[in-house]
T-cell receptor
């Protein structure tokens, strides 16, 4: 079945440093989504990427979808303490819209 | 405001007992999902439903059952056959192929 790998599992940064998490799928994806889960909370949808090579920005967050639609990345510029949480990527393939989630990257930020 | 409600937030049960987790949404979403989250394991799909009176097994359906009698409701029963039921359970809903999932706040089940 479809597998989605995400690295790193953990990342600790000083406030102001950049952060990147990477996502790789074993199969070609029709779309990829990114979610953020604050400690003790539930996942919250951030963005969906659909097109090959697509790049989207949300303030300090930049999301990319690979040309082959098998990998994606989330980059945060100049992290803040409010960025703390676990970032998940999730992909679906073909006509099946159910998502397969990566295991997430836990980001901690030292003020 | 539209949203998705899971209840209760915390649930304790004795081993061998079945327990039902509630999930209700008023977003008019067609699809609903149940995920299980364990530390370091991400989210694993238990069951999903695309329309009323229809549902499919996910990756870890053994020991669980669901029903979808109404569009708004998708309860999950954790049966005594589930070998390791203690976990954080998340319900979600969506309009297929549009935007992302909306998650409920989750139910933390502890079986002792």
């Amino acid at each position: 079945g479809q597998q989605v790998m995400q690295i790193p599992q953990y990342q600790h940064v000083q406030e102001g440093e950049d952060f990147t998490t990477y996502c790789n799928s074993s199969t070609t994806l029709s779309n990829i989504q990114w979610y953020k889960q604050r400690p003790g909370g539930h996942p919250v949808f951030l963005i969906q990427l659909v097109k090959s090579g697509e790049v989207k920005k949300q303030k300090r967050l930049t999301f990319q979808f690979g040309e082959a639609k098998k990998n994606s990345s989330l980059h945060i510029t100049a992290t803040q303490t409010t960025d703390v949480g676990t970032y998940f990527c999730a992909g679906s393939g073909g006509s099946n819209y159910k998502l397969t989630f990566g295991k997430g990257t836990l980001l901690t930020v030292n003020p | 405001d539209g949203g998705i409600t899971q209840s209760p937030k915390y649930l304790f049960r004795k081993e061998g007992q079945n327990v039902t987790l509630s999930c209700e949404q008023n977003l008019n979403h067609d699809a609903m999902y149940w995920y299980r989250q364990d530390p370091g394991q991400g989210l694993r799909l238990i069951y999903y439903s695309q329309i009323v009176n229809d549902f499919q097994k996910g990756d870890i359906a053994e020991g669980y059952s669901v029903s979808r009698e109404k569009k708004e409701s998708f309860p999950l029963t954790v049966t005594s056959a589930q070998k390791n039921p203690t976990a954080f359970y998340l319900c979600a809903s969506s309009i297929p192929f549009r935007d992302g999932y909306t998650f409920g706040s989750g139910t933390r089940l502890t079986v002792v």
